[in-house]
């Protein structure tokens, strides 16, 4: 049995521009090998920062650029927060977020979302409690729901920020990759003086080449370079020069064609197939990104579905990794990209069997109607 | 006038081996580029692992790669050290170790060092007062000083540790820079049970590959790697693959050729030229590395030192920087290898004529005798 797997949200190999990477770094190490190779600014490449900064519609000493956006978001954290602060986040949101706010001590207020973003109404609410000193936000094509942040939300955050001053990071890996729909604008190009937006070339080029960037106000890229310096004293600028060569060759539109082709079938081939053998479980139906998302009720235990789908050839993350509480359901992220059609297909189809035998077990074992109780919603 | 820099310890980027660099990019991505390219293990690139286990003659489980080694060693103190813990270290040290420490808000104990490394006796009397959780040493051409710590020395540290069971980290990016005399084994090669070797490419190939390691016990490597992959997932493993390929082309042992022509006759132009200008203030006459040192008595404030200098074209890296307190003298590093021996010739009489100026001054200022009063030794 072919083992089909759902758990990390990973770009397919085959997307990765290898042919042109290869032939950037001939060119940037032409151009400028002696700062390529050598010790520079913490804040990152000065050519690949003005590459951003420019599509970003931003000065230079609005941009750093790290190894991902994760260890950004961290430097982020080491900056702003002490233990005991507050932070928001959707519920659920990405797992990795949720480690790196746990290891700064600060507590953590999740806020549920449904398909058009986070509950405006619930995070008024949990403002009356609390004032938090960062928001972090997942706008477009959410990790791990798929959904998009509808406008109206994202205006309302820009309203609640200014009014509570509080600081949003926006978390935007999978900004450029709209497969359908109408792009909505960011959180950063309404209100750039209180937004931190992150981003990475991860699922735009590739995670090898770990360069992620901050673009943000220039004295909070100010202190995260000073803590970005004492952790590495200067990022990799050999990847970045060749990362910068390749974007000024005007390979990003070329690769973000290529990725939209190669993804669209892969997500609609996902939907479709969740509406045929999990008719109803699909958190939203997203237009882009690397995930959709399932809800699959409260009679089935995280422990168990992860070991019947084992027995079929089947590997799942943790649903309740992305939650900072029990969200009371079972929750499964299901990533696409790495996938082709036919994988996809056969892994929902496996994952149907093993949802309708669990729901029966559970059926029988707890003598509940097969109705699920509370979900996140709002 | 030109400007000398004695500020910062680089390479010169003339030694950056960029063509072989090119060259094996194209091998590296023609051989792996799915795993280069892709998210993997956060202890890094199997591949190059695998070559720096040969290297130290150790298991692939003994080895962590990651953005260099100064984050290596954060990671070191995330994992190991809680506020409160102390942590001995040589006096003066490296500066950005200090301040890493500094941040874990760790008792820092600094231990003179001479010619031959660390105080053996002041460190037997610290051991009486304080157990250290770890001990941070540079054994080979030792940052600031350039000193070399002898084999009775290392043997004394060996015994040691494991008489009070404590961790040695052994700083080791200039151990390969010998340009003259006998190499010393390396702690780790005495006792790797309980040494946490840090090393790095570099010095070796280039500081923009960002590519620093690890060699340690397999629970050391175990419990580092936890942390990395909590800060980036996985490391840079575009820069990596290429450093893996580059290696397994056999370029490091001509590079290695290379480099110690290049900086040999560095360091032998800027010891004659301190023996000329500044006699007598040499610390130690080192047979490798990157620095040399000097004594430059207690007349001389540093923020003088440093406006005096700039007058006549020359920066001074903070001398004070490099001790956990205060020295009691003016203490000065020297970088010798980004600069060519006629730059470090006019250098150091610019240097010496600043340092006389300066000493007729507080002579005449403080009417003191022009002698030394306490200095680092042991």
Not at 68 to 85: N, V
Not at 310 to 331: K, N, T
Not at 350 to 360: A, I, M, P, Q, T
Request: some cysteine; proline content about 7%; glycine content about 8%.
């Amino acid at each position: 049995m072919r083992i089909i797997d759902f758990s990390r949200g990973v770009p397919d190999p085959r997307s990765f521009p290898s042919d042109s990477l290869r032939s950037m770094t001939a060119t940037a190490l032409a151009r400028d090998a002696a700062r390529m190779l050598q010790y520079g600014s913490p804040a990152g490449y000065p050519p690949l920062r003005e590459y951003i900064a420019s599509w970003f519609n931003c000065a230079i000493a609005n941009v750093l650029i790290g190894h991902g956006s994760l260890e950004i978001f961290k430097f982020i954290c080491d900056a702003y927060l002490e233990p005991g602060d507050v932070v928001f986040v959707e519920r659920p949101t990405y797992d990795r977020a949720i480690t790196t706010l746990r290891q700064h001590g600060v507590e953590i207020v999740g806020i549920d979302i449904d398909e058009h973003g986070i509950c405006v109404d619930v995070f008024e609410h949990e403002l009356h409690r609390h004032v938090p000193k960062l928001v972090y936000l997942i706008p477009d094509f959410h990790n791990p729901t798929g959904a998009c942040m509808s406008l109206d939300v994202r205006r309302a955050m820009v309203r609640l920020a200014r009014e509570h001053q509080f600081l949003i990071v926006e978390d935007g890996p999978y900004c450029c990759l709209r497969y359908t729909g109408i792009p909505i604008p960011s959180i950063r190009s309404m209100a750039p003086e209180l937004t931190l937006h992150l981003s990475s070339f991860t699922k735009l080029i590739s995670p090898g080449v770990r360069t992620g960037f901050l673009v943000a106000p220039d004295e909070v890229v100010k202190r995260v370079t000073s803590v970005a310096e004492r952790n590495y004293i200067a990022p990799c600028f050999f990847a970045q020069g060749v990362v910068a060569a390749w974007c000024a060759d005007g390979q990003l539109p070329l690769q973000l064609d290529r990725l939209r082709q190669l993804y669209r079938p892969r997500l609609d081939a996902c939907v479709q197939a969740i509406d045929d053998s999990l008719p109803g479980r699909l958190f939203t139906h997203p237009e882009g990104g690397f995930f959709v998302a399932l809800r699959l009720g409260n009679l089935i235990e995280e422990k168990s579905l992860q070991v019947a789908a084992r027995g079929v050839g089947l590997i799942l993350s943790s649903g309740s990794a992305f939650f900072d509480i029990d969200p009371g359901y079972q929750f499964l992220r299901v990533p696409f990209c790495a996938l082709p059609p036919g994988d996809i297909i056969e892994g929902i189809r496996r994952l149907g069997n093993v949802v309708d035998h669990l729901n029966e077990v559970g059926l029988r074992g707890k003598t509940l109607p097969l109705t699920d109780t509370k979900e996140a919603s709002c």
